[in-house]
């Protein structure tokens, strides 16, 4: 459902747009991230992915950070998917972003966590929560989604967690 737009990976219909890094997996300690180009609409979400198997909907199964824009705090939240179906790993929390910034997440181990980076010069990665769940612990694809409406996305990497680089590796393609 996602396609590239002005160099950047824009929706492609409404509804919900993902794409997977399906020419290979990483991992099992993988990580990946993404510039938001253009944040979505109120009440949307964009959402990376990790560990993930399958790829068709009813079987997929892996580990999501969800970055829903809201009108007051951004409501972000850590998700095991089961089955397609995703189930939240404890509470969500909050975590303001804006064009530039980028959104992050690795999963080492059975700890995922999600990272958040100020678009200005010189910030540095945050890691904004971390949850533990050992379901899902074999290598996967990565991956990531832009829900309904506006938004776009730019400068999508990730692969086998760097782990002498933390938090989370920063080299850009």
Not at 53 to 78: H, M, N, P, R
Not at 99 to 128: F, P, Q, R
Not at 145 to 172: C, M, R, W
């Amino acid at each position: 459902g996602l396609k590239v737009v002005s160099n950047q990976c824009a929706i492609n219909t409404t509804g919900n747009n993902v794409a997977f890094w399906n020419a290979a997996t990483f991992g099992p300690d993988a990580e990946c991230y993404v510039t938001v180009a253009a944040v979505p609409a109120n009440n949307r979400q964009i959402d990376i992915y990790a560990r993930m198997t399958t790829l068709v909907g009813s079987t997929t199964d892996g580990y999501s950070v969800a970055a829903e824009k809201v009108g007051g705090a951004d409501g972000w939240t850590i998700i095991r998917i089961d089955n397609g179906a995703g189930t939240a790993l404890g509470a969500a929390f909050t975590q303001e972003y804006a064009n530039g910034d980028l959104v992050g997440m690795d999963v080492v181990g059975s700890t995922i966590k999600a990272y958040h980076k100020a678009g200005t010069a010189n910030a540095s990665w945050t890691e904004e929560a971390s949850r533990t769940d050992s379901t899902y612990a074999a290598a996967g694809y990565i991956g990531l989604a832009i829900e309904n409406n506006v938004g776009a996305l730019d400068n999508f990497s990730g692969g086998t967690a760097k782990l002498y680089v933390k938090p989370i590796h920063v080299a850009q393609a």
